[in-house]
């Protein structure tokens, strides 16, 4: 008895420890997502990008800069592939450039520092793009994705 009652514990023990287990993100080949899910940037436009109506204002962390939230899809009331975030970049007062961000379901705009912000993007529950710009270079400086789910 004891015998079959220990094959029973390894066995729920071995389940139990593949079965729970969490895989550790995968980095993906960025040239194999399709560029509508990475940040769309170009340069602040007046006659598009009106930015007296800001949703949020996410500052740097001396205030010389800041992204302008303008506008944001309510996902109860929008389908996922006509979700839309439109944000601009000011600098010293200045607005500089804008970016787009389709078909998310969730993303996170955050300040690296004085410099350097980052745009995580969700396009789905298993892909998170990772883009990180230079307000000084006025460029991207890294993208990356990383793949969270299994096939």
Same mark, same amino acid.
């Given at each position: 008895?004891? &015998? !079959?009652? &220990?094959?029973?514990? %390894?066995?729920?023990?071995?389940?139990?420890? $593949?079965?729970?287990?969490?895989? *550790?993100? !995968? +980095?993906? #080949?960025?040239?194999?997502?399709? +560029?509508?899910?990475?940040?769309?940037?170009? #340069?602040? /436009?007046?006659?598009? /990008?009106?930015?007296?109506?800001?949703?949020?204002? =996410? /500052?740097?962390?001396?205030?010389?800069?800041?992204?302008?939230?303008?506008?944001?899809?309510?996902? @109860?009331?929008?389908?996922? #592939?006509?979700?839309?975030?439109?944000? *601009?970049?000011?600098?010293? &007062? @200045?607005?500089?450039? @804008?970016?787009?961000?389709?078909?998310?379901?969730?993303?996170? =705009?955050?300040?690296?520092?004085?410099?350097?912000?980052?745009?995580?993007?969700?396009?789905?529950?298993? %892909?998170?793009? =990772? @883009?990180?710009?230079?307000? %000084?270079?006025? +460029?991207?400086?890294?993208? $990356? &994705?990383?793949?969270?789910?299994?096939?």
């Amino acid at each position: 008895m004891n &015998g !079959v009652f &220990g094959i029973l514990l %390894l066995m729920m023990c071995l389940v139990g420890t $593949t079965s729970g287990q969490v895989m *550790s993100p !995968v +980095q993906v #080949d960025l040239s194999a997502i399709e +560029q509508e899910y990475l940040p769309e940037i170009r #340069d602040f /436009d007046p006659s598009q /990008d009106m930015i007296s109506r800001a949703l949020r204002e =996410i /500052d740097s962390p001396y205030y010389t800069s800041k992204v302008i939230v303008q506008q944001e899809s309510d996902l @109860t009331r929008v389908a996922y #592939d006509e979700s839309l975030v439109k944000a *601009s970049v000011v600098m010293n &007062g @200045t607005p500089f450039m @804008t970016f787009l961000i389709r078909h998310y379901k969730s993303y996170e =705009i955050f300040w690296l520092d004085d410099e350097v912000f980052q745009i995580t993007n969700w396009p789905g529950r298993c %892909l998170e793009l =990772i @883009t990180i710009y230079s307000v %000084l270079e006025r +460029q991207v400086v890294y993208q $990356t &994705g990383f793949q969270h789910c299994g096939d």
